[in-house]
């Protein structure tokens, strides 16, 4: 396997300027050409920046976009500008070249012929295409390089779409693929897939169809585009862009061009007349009322409303209401299964659209394989990681019932494919099973179920909960073995939000851990976000009712788990995804290690409610401070408060893990994966290579050096002037001077230190005079009614 030092990309438009900025968040210096553009002017042409305008431009897009490619402001520099006539020498010192130009078979073979005496011999070369046959490409090329040639179709955008979609060729090396495959797992974090060389390989065909399925049954039932993507959101388990919503953010233009190209290119295809773009199509089309590029398409912006297009007038008009009983009988159900289950069970107008969608979508599904996949393992992936599909088409079928589905199916006079009958007569119930810990699915040639093959470098506490029950578990959170004498804490309140039983668990683990001689523990879940914080309708009912003593257990209990955290005679690593908020934000720095998913999103963001960080967090940012002062004589600590200060005074937060080291919240002994699923594993091999190392406790906190009474005076001068510019209310200046207090240590000198048990004091005494203002309290019930915080 060969490494991957540099890239280049060529064709620097979404997509493969989106391309070239995941390579640079992977650390992968990345060359980015592009035509010069059509329309320079004479006295451009010697000019430089002018004739590679288009890869700059998309470099600067990525970079100002929010949200953007680039993790962090730091990947821009490794994209490197160019254009295809000037700079095709770049690609000497490339190892891997990818082709993400318009899906044109000519314009991509003439660039093959253009770039091959530039590729290095040993170099990978790889098309973009969303549906192109890798056969068709590779036509008239040599021998060396159909040999590196393979299809590498990313997702949009790059950077947040999981499915990497792999074709190769007859001819690709085997050592090609695996380079591709094993550095897109690792380095730039994705779900790989490996496809068949069909048209649309696997999720575009079947999200295509069901996206075709939707627009030929809204016309056939009648239904506003308003009410159908009511019912194919999270109803159907699908993201809130639903279906309308959908085709305006990628653009109609682009739903008509795929439509209409799997029709021509698929004339076996027993649905090929449903992919046909239907008239509205056409004619949204032929009028330019593409999507939000345009301004204008299914929905359209006026001023702060969202008007939607009604088919029969052709007009914009106020979207209605949307009300089934089939959808208000959703409402509490969290699991996507019993949720489509119970949808396609109902009666009315939007339980009839969801059967007959989902009916149809799941047979075709049946029908591709073997023709676009060998198993159903690759196809729910593909759905679920490139369309973000709770649960793929064969999931689905088992959460509905297979034999009970196929029965309805049959009555209703629907073909259904020979696979699925087949399946139910050799006795099997569903696709997918379990033999022990190992998750099987069942295999079509042998007619029996086979166990899926793991995932190297993935450790999913699914399987860990099929291998047996939990050490210890409450309503909150579990304890689990996760194997090689690792301790697992695993989170699973409501948004994983912090509560008394959560801290307890944490508690628990370490205890464990010490007594029972195991290496270490992680704590870490695999929920769409690693915490949102401590629970805050239980603060604000305790607040309400002037429950001070209760509010005061509640921070003490905080302090008493995160010190013990921090403390610990085993090594505790916190792996960290997704939303990483208030107290899930102190809970994860309070650990030894932080290993973060590259998308976890840091922050203190207390204030924005009014309150500042209280469960250690306001403390560990001031003993930061301390900690990251140059050992020089008279070094000044204030900057470094001053950063704290800022980070949780503005209530910032990360876009990135990797955005999240200069806020502070990660340090250079934390780590980062770019792959989700391999966080856990991560974390798990950093608890062992801690073990090995003979890990000890830090040091305590006893002389924490602060800013004192100077670094108060600085705030408050500070604050008078925001105020005085009008940036802050008064509120907000009584926020920052409780703010200040904390973080420089109160009324002291600034030559005197203090230990952080006395900054945790400071840290609850503060919070808890701000439970008891009524602006605070204000701003609490404002953020759970609004979602959105108060300034007052």
Known sequence: MKSIRKAAVIGAGTMGSGIAAHFANAGVPCVLLDIIPPSLKEVERGNPQARSRLAIEAIKRQAEEKPGGFFDAAGAPLVEPGNIEDHLEKLRDCD?????????????????????????????????????????????????????????????????????????????????????????????????????????????????????????????????????????????????????????????????????????????????????????????????????????????????????LDART??????????????????????????????????????????????????????????????????????????????????????????????????????????????????????????????????????????????????????????????????????????????????????????????????????????????????????????????????????KEKRFDLIDGMIRNFHRTVLRMRYAAKPVVTATHGYTFGGGCEIAMAGHRIQAAAETYFGLVELGVGLIPAGGGTRELACRAHEAVPLSVGADIFPFVRRAFETIGQAKSSSSAAEARPLGFLLDRDAITMNRDRVLADAKRAVLFLAEQGFQPPRRRDAVRVAGKPGLAEFEIAMHQFRQAGYVSDYDVHLGKSLAQVLCGGEVDDTDTVTEEYLLDLEREVFLKLCGEPKTLDRIEYMLRNGKPLRN
């Not at 253009?114 to 890798?134: E, M, Q, V, W, Y």
């Not at 939707?214 to 019912?231: H, K, M, N, Q, S």
């Not at 490139?386 to 589905?405: K, Q, Y």
């Open 314 to 543: 052709f007009q914009y008009r106020p979207q209605k209401p949307v009300s089934f009983p089939s959808l208000e009988a959703l409402k509490g159900e969290k699991s996507a299964g019993p949720r489509i289950k119970k949808l396609i069970e109902g009666s009315d107008a939007a339980a009839r659209f969801a059967w007959k969608h989902l009916s149809g979508t799941l047979c075709y599904s049946a029908r591709r394989i073997p023709e676009i996949a060998d198993d159903v393992v690759a196809i729910d992936r593909a759905l679920r990681w490139g369309f973000v599909w709770e649960l793929g088409p064969f999931e689905i079928w088992d959460a509905i019932g297979v034999r009970e589905s196929v029965e309805r199916m049959k009555k209703e006079g629907l073909q259904v494919p020979p696979l699925v009958t087949d399946m139910l007569a050799s006795g099997r119930e569903s696709f997918y099973g379990r033999e022990g810990a190992k998750k099987t699915a069942f295999d079509f040639p042998s007619r029996k179920p086979k166990p899926i093959p793991g995932r190297p470098g993935v450790l999913l506490l699914a399987d860990v909960r099929a291998a047996g029950q939990p050490i210890k578990s409450n309503r909150c959170a579990s304890l689990w073995d996760l194997g090689d004498g690792v301790l697992g804490v695993e989170f699973h309140s409501k948004m994983n939000s912090i509560s008394a039983e959560t801290l307890e668990m944490i508690f628990q683990a370490i205890d464990e851990a010490e007594r029972g001689g195991w290496a270490g523990a992680v704590v870490g879940n695999q929920a769409e976000h690693f915490s949102v914080g401590a629970n805050l309708v239980e603060l604000s009912a305790a607040a």
């Open 96 to 308: 891997w070249i990818v082709e993400a130009v318009t899906e044109k078979i000519d314009l991509k073979k003439s660039l093959y012929q253009k770039i091959a005496p530039f590729r290095r011999p040993d170099a990978i070369i790889s098309s973009n295409t969303s549906g192109i046959a890798l056969k068709i490409l590779t036509e008239g090329m040599d021998a060396g390089f159909r040999q590196h040639f393979l299809i590498t179709h990313f997702f949009n955008p790059p950077r947040y779409l999981y499915l990497l979609e792999v074709v190769p060729g007859g001819d690709t090396l085997p050592e090609v693929l695996e380079t591709v495959e094993t550095f897109a797992e690792i380095r730039l974090g994705k779900g790989v897939v490996r496809c068949k060389d069909t048209p649309n390989f696997i999720a575009n065909r079947i999200g295509v169809y069901a996206m075709a399925s939707c627009a030929r049954l809204t016309e056939e039932l009648g239904l506003t585009f308003e009410e159908v993507d009511a019912i194919t959101g999270s109803p159907l388990g699908r993201p809130k862009t639903a279906s309308y919503r959908l085709q305006d953010l990628v653009g109609i233009d682009v739903s008509y061009f795929v439509m209409e190209n799997v029709a021509k290119l698929l004339p076996y295809d027993e649905s090929r007349d449903l992919f046909k773009p239907t008239e509205l199509f056409t004619r949204m089309v032929k009028e330019g009322r593409l999507g939000r590029k345009t301004g204008a398409g299914f929905y359209k912006k006026e001023g702060k409303d969202i008007l939607v």
